[in-house]
């Protein structure tokens, strides 16, 4: 268990399943599953101390050596899945979505984060896409419901942080624009932050 915790100001995080498969026993995947940090709406644990412990995840990260690269990316970390437990574990509006995302900003804003959202017109065509070439089950109305919720929620919480952000439509499903055009921006930001600095 030691190489997969995080201890941090008394709060202990521990990786117990990859893709939802047990890294553990039954009995104790059971006992950890129950005590979920994310995600769990029966969590007991405040806003504030949530806020708290992702800042000071997201600082470590900062300082540490793994941010000495061009580029670091991470899958829906800063908008959609910090969206899903804020809703989905205290029913948060948009103000305290904000401000949660604003305080993990300011941990990495040295960094020059920017956030490529990739929407679709369709969520419900894009969800049942997306699970059927991950084969994955489909999801029921209800589930369909609170990712409209939760895309809803994202675009009304990302103009209100200061990152930069762009908007990049994948409705048709051509991917082949998406990682040029990520890259060709990624190129002009390190660009204009060198003619800053010059």
Same mark, same amino acid.
């Given at each position: 268990?030691?190489? +997969? #915790? ?8 521990? $990786? ?23 995600? +769990? ?21 900062? %300082? ?30 948009? %103000?305290? #979505? ?25 969520? $419900? ?19 369909? $419901? ?5 895309? %809803? ?6 103009? $209100? ?17 998406? #990682?040029?055009?990520?890259?060709? #921006?990624? +190129? %002009?930001?390190?660009? +204009? ?6």
């Amino acid at each position: 268990m030691a190489k +997969n #915790i995080i201890l941090r100001d008394g709060c202990v995080l521990l $990786r117990y399943q990859k893709w939802r498969e047990p890294s553990y026993s039954p009995a104790l995947h059971e006992v950890l599953h129950a005590r979920e940090f994310c995600m +769990n709406p029966s969590s007991d644990v405040p806003l504030a101390v949530f806020t708290d412990v992702f800042s000071k995840l997201w600082r470590r990260f900062a %300082e540490s050596g793994m941010a000495n690269v061009d580029y670091a990316i991470f899958d829906a970390t800063l908008v959609s899945h910090m969206t899903n437990d804020l809703i989905r574990n205290y029913n948060a509006p948009a %103000e305290a #979505i904000a401000a949660h995302l604003e305080t993990l900003v300011g941990t990495v804003r040295h960094l020059r984060p920017i956030v490529f959202y990739l929407s679709a017109d369709d969520v $419900r065509e894009r969800l049942i896409s997306a699970r059927q070439n991950r084969g994955q089950a489909p999801l029921d109305e209800a589930k369909i $419901r609170f990712w409209k919720r939760r895309k %809803e929620m994202d675009l009304a919480v990302l103009p $209100r942080i200061s990152v930069a952000s762009h908007m990049m439509d994948i409705s048709a499903a051509d991917w082949g624009f998406v #990682i040029p055009a990520m890259l060709c #921006i990624l +190129n %002009e930001a390190e660009t +204009n932050a060198e003619g800053d600095n010059a």
